[in-house]
Protein backbone atom coordinates (compact mmCIF):
# COMPACT_ATOMS: atom_id res chain seq x y z
CA UNK A 1 0.00 0.00 0.00
CA UNK A 2 1.54 3.38 -1.58
CA UNK A 3 -0.88 5.80 0.79
CA UNK A 4 0.77 9.62 0.65
CA UNK A 5 2.59 10.70 3.71
CA UNK A 6 -0.32 12.34 6.01
CA UNK A 7 2.12 14.21 8.50
CA UNK A 8 -1.15 14.33 10.69
CA UNK A 9 -1.60 10.88 10.65
CA UNK A 10 2.10 10.71 12.15
CA UNK A 11 1.53 12.91 14.82
CA UNK A 12 -1.41 11.21 16.33
CA UNK A 13 0.49 7.70 15.80
CA UNK A 14 2.51 8.85 18.23
CA UNK A 15 0.49 10.77 20.46
CA UNK A 16 -0.95 7.38 20.87
CA UNK A 17 1.74 5.52 21.63
CA UNK A 18 2.90 7.74 24.25
CA UNK A 19 -1.04 7.57 25.64
CA UNK A 20 -0.32 3.73 26.30
CA UNK A 21 2.59 4.11 27.88
CA UNK A 22 5.51 3.35 25.31
CA UNK A 23 8.58 6.59 26.27
CA UNK A 24 9.45 6.65 22.32
CA UNK A 25 8.35 6.42 19.25
CA UNK A 26 9.96 7.08 15.42
CA UNK A 27 9.84 6.57 12.02
CA UNK A 28 11.96 4.78 9.76
CA UNK A 29 11.13 4.16 6.06
CA UNK A 30 11.87 0.12 5.14
CA UNK A 31 15.17 -0.35 3.27
CA UNK A 32 18.08 -2.39 2.89
CA UNK A 33 20.75 -1.27 5.85
CA UNK A 34 23.35 -2.58 3.29
CA UNK A 35 26.05 -0.92 5.75
CA UNK A 36 25.67 -3.75 8.16
CA UNK A 37 26.03 -6.67 5.71
CA UNK A 38 30.01 -6.43 6.51
CA UNK A 39 30.25 -5.74 9.95
CA UNK A 40 27.87 -9.01 10.80
CA UNK A 41 29.74 -10.96 8.96
CA UNK A 42 32.86 -9.64 10.38
CA UNK A 43 31.66 -10.02 13.87
CA UNK A 44 30.48 -13.46 13.39
CA UNK A 45 33.69 -14.59 11.49
CA UNK A 46 35.72 -13.34 14.02
CA UNK A 47 33.51 -15.75 16.31
CA UNK A 48 32.42 -12.88 18.83
CA UNK A 49 28.55 -14.13 18.35
CA UNK A 50 29.58 -17.13 20.60
CA UNK A 51 27.07 -19.81 20.18
CA UNK A 52 24.32 -17.55 18.75
CA UNK A 53 25.02 -18.61 15.37
CA UNK A 54 21.77 -18.00 14.31
CA UNK A 55 23.21 -14.16 14.53
CA UNK A 56 25.00 -15.14 11.33
CA UNK A 57 22.41 -16.71 9.36
CA UNK A 58 20.04 -14.98 7.08
CA UNK A 59 21.93 -11.87 6.97
CA UNK A 60 20.21 -10.49 3.41
CA UNK A 61 17.01 -11.20 5.74
CA UNK A 62 18.38 -9.56 8.88
CA UNK A 63 19.23 -6.19 7.06
CA UNK A 64 16.04 -5.92 4.76
CA UNK A 65 12.83 -5.89 6.76
CA UNK A 66 10.99 -6.15 3.35
CA UNK A 67 12.35 -9.58 2.78
CA UNK A 68 10.67 -10.66 6.36
CA UNK A 69 7.57 -8.63 5.67
CA UNK A 70 6.90 -8.66 1.93
CA UNK A 71 5.18 -4.88 0.81
CA UNK A 72 7.17 -3.18 3.76
CA UNK A 73 7.56 0.46 3.68
CA UNK A 74 7.87 1.81 7.24
CA UNK A 75 9.26 0.50 10.43
CA UNK A 76 7.63 2.04 13.49
CA UNK A 77 10.32 1.97 16.37
CA UNK A 78 9.26 1.86 20.46
CA UNK A 79 11.31 2.36 23.46
CA UNK A 80 10.03 1.74 26.58
CA UNK A 81 12.01 2.73 29.76
CA UNK A 82 13.05 -0.10 32.43
CA UNK A 83 14.71 1.43 34.62
CA UNK A 84 13.91 0.96 38.71
CA UNK A 85 15.81 2.67 41.45
CA UNK A 86 14.81 -0.44 43.25
CA UNK A 87 17.56 -2.90 44.26
CA UNK A 88 17.47 -6.56 45.95
CA UNK A 89 18.35 -7.19 49.16
CA UNK A 90 21.98 -7.04 50.63
CA UNK A 91 25.67 -8.29 49.99
CA UNK A 92 25.88 -11.73 49.07
CA UNK A 93 22.83 -12.25 46.93
CA UNK A 94 22.66 -13.43 43.46
CA UNK A 95 21.82 -10.03 41.51
CA UNK A 96 19.67 -9.63 38.42
CA UNK A 97 19.73 -7.54 36.03
CA UNK A 98 16.91 -4.37 35.66
CA UNK A 99 15.02 -5.81 32.71
CA UNK A 100 14.45 -9.23 34.26
CA UNK A 101 13.04 -8.04 37.50
CA UNK A 102 9.11 -8.40 36.45
CA UNK A 103 7.24 -10.00 33.51
CA UNK A 104 8.55 -11.22 30.68
CA UNK A 105 8.98 -7.81 28.63
CA UNK A 106 8.03 -9.46 25.16
CA UNK A 107 4.27 -10.16 26.65
CA UNK A 108 4.11 -6.48 27.80
CA UNK A 109 5.44 -4.76 24.70
CA UNK A 110 3.74 -7.34 22.17
CA UNK A 111 0.27 -6.34 23.95
CA UNK A 112 1.12 -2.43 22.96
CA UNK A 113 2.73 -3.00 19.54
CA UNK A 114 -0.38 -4.54 19.04
CA UNK A 115 -2.47 -2.16 20.06
CA UNK A 116 -0.67 0.44 17.63
CA UNK A 117 -1.49 -2.14 14.74
CA UNK A 118 -4.97 -2.08 15.63
CA UNK A 119 -5.01 2.03 15.96
CA UNK A 120 -3.63 2.20 12.55
CA UNK A 121 -6.08 -0.10 10.84
CA UNK A 122 -8.80 2.02 12.80
CA UNK A 123 -7.82 5.18 10.91
CA UNK A 124 -6.13 2.84 7.33
CA UNK A 125 -8.28 -0.26 7.19
CA UNK A 126 -6.62 -1.04 4.26
CA UNK A 127 -3.20 -1.12 6.10
CA UNK A 128 -1.25 -4.41 7.74
CA UNK A 129 1.58 -4.74 9.78
CA UNK A 130 3.57 -7.35 11.99
CA UNK A 131 4.81 -6.63 15.29
CA UNK A 132 7.94 -7.77 16.62
CA UNK A 133 10.10 -7.95 19.96
CA UNK A 134 13.22 -9.63 19.73
CA UNK A 135 11.00 -12.68 17.38
CA UNK A 136 12.55 -12.17 14.13
CA UNK A 137 16.03 -11.45 12.65
CA UNK A 138 15.68 -7.87 12.74
CA UNK A 139 18.28 -5.43 13.78
CA UNK A 140 16.67 -3.51 16.37
CA UNK A 141 19.19 -1.10 17.88
CA UNK A 142 20.08 -0.17 13.68
CA UNK A 143 16.30 0.69 13.33
CA UNK A 144 15.93 2.41 16.47
CA UNK A 145 18.88 4.60 15.39
CA UNK A 146 17.37 5.09 11.98
CA UNK A 147 13.94 6.26 13.76
CA UNK A 148 15.98 8.90 15.50
CA UNK A 149 15.70 6.93 19.01
CA UNK A 150 19.45 7.83 20.11
CA UNK A 151 22.83 6.26 19.38
CA UNK A 152 24.95 3.39 19.71
CA UNK A 153 27.13 3.89 22.88
CA UNK A 154 30.70 2.74 23.24
CA UNK A 155 28.91 -0.72 25.19
CA UNK A 156 26.85 -0.82 21.79
CA UNK A 157 23.65 -0.22 23.67
CA UNK A 158 21.56 2.82 21.98
CA UNK A 159 21.33 5.39 23.84
CA UNK A 160 18.70 8.59 24.10
CA UNK A 161 19.35 11.76 25.26
CA UNK A 162 16.12 12.45 27.42
CA UNK A 163 15.90 9.12 29.01
CA UNK A 164 19.22 6.97 28.69
CA UNK A 165 19.60 3.43 27.53
CA UNK A 166 17.42 1.50 30.08
CA UNK A 167 14.65 0.71 27.65
CA UNK A 168 13.54 -1.98 25.53
CA UNK A 169 12.48 -1.57 21.55
CA UNK A 170 9.49 -2.70 19.93
CA UNK A 171 8.99 -2.74 16.59
CA UNK A 172 6.22 -2.57 13.37
CA UNK A 173 6.72 -3.13 10.20
CA UNK A 174 4.15 -1.87 8.07
CA UNK A 175 3.06 -1.00 4.66
CA UNK A 176 1.80 2.60 5.54
CA UNK A 177 4.09 5.46 4.77
CA UNK A 178 5.02 7.74 7.31
CA UNK A 179 6.59 11.23 8.21
CA UNK A 180 10.19 10.04 8.63
CA UNK A 181 12.34 10.87 11.96
CA UNK A 182 15.93 11.71 11.56
CA UNK A 183 18.80 9.20 12.26
CA UNK A 184 20.80 9.53 15.28
CA UNK A 185 23.77 10.87 13.49
CA UNK A 186 26.03 12.12 16.17
CA UNK A 187 27.96 10.42 18.81
CA UNK A 188 27.62 11.60 22.44
CA UNK A 189 29.74 9.65 23.74
CA UNK A 190 32.69 12.45 23.25
CA UNK A 191 35.94 11.00 25.64
CA UNK A 192 34.06 8.93 27.89
CA UNK A 193 35.49 5.56 28.33
CA UNK A 194 33.06 4.49 31.50
CA UNK A 195 31.94 1.55 29.83
CA UNK A 196 35.26 -0.30 28.60
CA UNK A 197 37.16 0.74 31.59
CA UNK A 198 34.42 -0.86 34.28
CA UNK A 199 33.13 -3.86 32.74
CA UNK A 200 34.01 -6.55 34.51
CA UNK A 201 35.32 -8.50 31.99
CA UNK A 202 36.96 -6.66 29.44
CA UNK A 203 34.31 -7.66 27.29
CA UNK A 204 34.07 -4.20 25.32
CA UNK A 205 35.85 -3.80 22.28
CA UNK A 206 37.12 -0.25 21.12
CA UNK A 207 34.86 -0.49 17.65
CA UNK A 208 31.35 -0.55 19.39
CA UNK A 209 31.16 -4.21 19.63
CA UNK A 210 31.17 -6.74 22.03
CA UNK A 211 33.10 -10.33 22.57
CA UNK A 212 29.66 -11.78 23.72
CA UNK A 213 32.17 -14.54 24.73
CA UNK A 214 33.39 -13.00 27.68
CA UNK A 215 29.97 -10.99 28.41
CA UNK A 216 28.09 -11.77 31.82
CA UNK A 217 24.81 -10.80 30.20
CA UNK A 218 25.46 -13.24 27.48
CA UNK A 219 27.12 -15.85 29.92
CA UNK A 220 24.24 -15.79 32.27
CA UNK A 221 21.25 -15.71 29.91
CA UNK A 222 22.00 -17.16 26.41
CA UNK A 223 25.46 -19.19 26.64
CA UNK A 224 24.32 -23.04 26.84
CA UNK A 225 27.60 -24.16 28.90
CA UNK A 226 28.25 -23.49 32.38
CA UNK A 227 30.38 -19.71 33.12
CA UNK A 228 33.93 -20.59 32.10
CA UNK A 229 35.84 -21.22 35.45
CA UNK A 230 38.22 -17.52 34.68
CA UNK A 231 35.35 -15.93 34.43
CA UNK A 232 32.96 -16.99 37.86
CA UNK A 233 35.24 -14.65 40.05
CA UNK A 234 34.32 -11.65 37.66
CA UNK A 235 30.86 -12.10 38.13
CA UNK A 236 30.84 -9.90 40.81
CA UNK A 237 27.80 -11.66 42.15
CA UNK A 238 25.54 -11.31 39.07
CA UNK A 239 23.61 -14.40 38.61
CA UNK A 240 21.12 -13.22 35.68
CA UNK A 241 22.48 -10.43 33.19
CA UNK A 242 24.86 -7.42 33.75
CA UNK A 243 23.53 -3.82 34.03
CA UNK A 244 27.04 -2.72 35.00
CA UNK A 245 28.12 -0.52 31.61
CA UNK A 246 24.68 1.39 31.75
CA UNK A 247 24.92 1.59 35.39
CA UNK A 248 28.28 3.40 34.96
CA UNK A 249 26.99 5.57 31.78
CA UNK A 250 26.70 9.23 32.55
CA UNK A 251 23.38 9.48 30.01
CA UNK A 252 21.48 7.29 32.48
CA UNK A 253 22.68 9.53 35.46
CA UNK A 254 19.43 11.53 35.53
CA UNK A 255 17.22 7.92 34.49
CA UNK A 256 13.82 8.21 35.70
CA UNK A 257 11.82 5.22 37.13
CA UNK A 258 9.85 3.07 34.67
CA UNK A 259 5.84 3.99 34.79
CA UNK A 260 5.04 0.26 34.16
CA UNK A 261 4.05 -2.32 37.13
CA UNK A 262 4.97 -5.01 35.37
CA UNK A 263 8.10 -4.58 34.97
CA UNK A 264 8.51 -4.15 39.34
CA UNK A 265 10.10 -6.57 41.28
CA UNK A 266 7.93 -8.76 42.91
CA UNK A 267 8.30 -8.44 46.95
CA UNK A 268 8.77 -12.23 47.16
CA UNK A 269 11.64 -12.16 45.15
CA UNK A 270 12.89 -8.73 46.24
CA UNK A 271 12.94 -10.27 50.23
CA UNK A 272 14.82 -13.83 49.21
CA UNK A 273 17.90 -14.01 51.43
CA UNK A 274 21.38 -15.36 49.62
CA UNK A 275 20.26 -18.78 51.60
CA UNK A 276 16.90 -18.53 50.00
CA UNK A 277 18.53 -18.43 46.29
CA UNK A 278 20.73 -21.45 46.79
CA UNK A 279 17.88 -23.51 48.07
CA UNK A 280 15.39 -21.72 45.43
CA UNK A 281 13.55 -25.50 44.13
CA UNK A 282 12.12 -26.21 40.98
CA UNK A 283 8.70 -25.67 41.80
CA UNK A 284 9.52 -22.44 43.28
CA UNK A 285 12.03 -21.96 40.48
CA UNK A 286 8.70 -22.19 37.96
CA UNK A 287 6.34 -20.36 40.39
CA UNK A 288 8.42 -17.14 40.58
CA UNK A 289 9.50 -16.79 36.99
CA UNK A 290 7.50 -18.72 35.06
CA UNK A 291 6.32 -15.08 33.48
CA UNK A 292 9.94 -13.60 33.79
CA UNK A 293 12.49 -13.40 31.10
CA UNK A 294 14.18 -15.75 33.65
CA UNK A 295 11.97 -18.58 33.47
CA UNK A 296 13.59 -18.57 29.40
CA UNK A 297 16.63 -20.68 31.35
CA UNK A 298 16.19 -23.77 32.27
CA UNK A 299 16.02 -24.48 36.28
CA UNK A 300 19.38 -26.36 36.42
CA UNK A 301 21.81 -23.59 34.67
CA UNK A 302 20.00 -20.86 36.50
CA UNK A 303 21.18 -22.75 39.78
CA UNK A 304 24.95 -22.87 37.88
CA UNK A 305 24.45 -19.37 37.66
CA UNK A 306 23.37 -18.75 41.41
CA UNK A 307 26.21 -20.86 42.50
CA UNK A 308 28.88 -19.08 39.86
CA UNK A 309 27.23 -15.77 41.61
CA UNK A 310 27.64 -16.77 45.27
CA UNK A 311 31.28 -18.01 44.80
CA UNK A 312 32.05 -14.89 43.23
CA UNK A 313 30.36 -12.48 45.60
CA UNK A 314 31.68 -14.02 48.53
S1 LIG B 1 26.84 -6.30 30.18
FE1 LIG B 1 28.45 -6.39 31.75
S2 LIG B 1 29.95 -7.86 30.98
FE2 LIG B 1 28.63 -7.30 29.24
S3 LIG B 1 29.68 -5.61 28.25
FE3 LIG B 1 28.30 -4.66 29.75
S4 LIG B 1 29.54 -4.45 31.62
FE4 LIG B 1 30.60 -5.87 30.26
S1 LIG C 1 29.79 5.05 29.60
FE1 LIG C 1 30.63 6.71 28.34
S2 LIG C 1 31.50 5.69 26.56
FE2 LIG C 1 30.15 4.23 27.53
S3 LIG C 1 28.22 4.47 26.48
FE3 LIG C 1 28.14 5.82 28.26
S4 LIG C 1 28.87 7.81 27.52
FE4 LIG C 1 29.42 6.26 25.99
Same mark, same amino acid.
Given at each position: ????????????????????????????? =????????A?????????????? =?Y???????????????????????????????????????????????????????????????? @????????????? @???????????????????????????????????????????????????????????????????????????????????????L?????A???D????? #?E??? @?????????????????????P?????????????????????????? #?????????R?????????? =???????
Amino acid at each position: MNTSVDKTFSVLLKEYAAEIGFDLCGFAP =ARSLDEHRAIISNWTVSGLNGDM =AYLGQNIEKRIDPRILVPGARSLIVTGLNYFTEKKQGGNGIPKISKYAYGINYHHVIKIKLNKILN @FIKSIHPESSGKS @FVDSAPLLEKAWGREAGLGWYGKHSVLINKKIGSFFFLGIIVTNIDLDYDQPEKEDHCGTCTLCIDLCPTGAINNNRTIDTRRCVAYLTLESKAQVPDDLVMK #LEGRA @FGCDKCQDVCPWNKNSKPHKTPEFDLPAEVELMTAEDWKNLSRKDYKR #LFKESAIGRRSYCRFMDNIE =AASISAS
